[in-house]
């Protein structure tokens, strides 16, 4: 990553680009309240990725089997939460159940 790249923030640990080279990651750890364990997506159209960030333990195991961390949020030395990006090609997002063919 570039010097000057506004995902790599001080104090923020930066995993592997490429997943067959990504070190072991800890299980997050539980944080604050369920309400702010939250997952955000974050899609714009100038960018060709699409950022997600979770602090839900849960969804970044799910996340994790296909992305790759590009960054961690630490507390006290522990990861409460994690960034990935995936480009807008290959992100998709389902709401609800497909209705059922007649």
Known sequence: ????DPEKA???????????DRP???PLTRWGS??????????????DTVS????DPTIARRI???LVVTR?????GQP???WYRVSKTAFRFKVGRRAQKP
């Not at 997600?52 to 602090?55: I, K, S």
């Open 34 to 47: 369920p309400a702010e364990q939250e997952t955000i997506i974050r899609w714009d159209r100038e960018s």
């Open 10 to 20: 001080p104090g923020r640990a930066t995993v592997s680009e490429r997943r067959n």
């Open 72 to 76: 961690e949020s630490i507390v006290d």
């Open 52 to 55: 997600l960030f979770t602090a």
């Open 1 to 4: 990553m570039a010097e000057n």
């Open 24 to 26: 072991t990651t800890r």
């Open 80 to 82: 409460v939460g994690r």
């Open 64 to 66: 994790e089997a296909d």
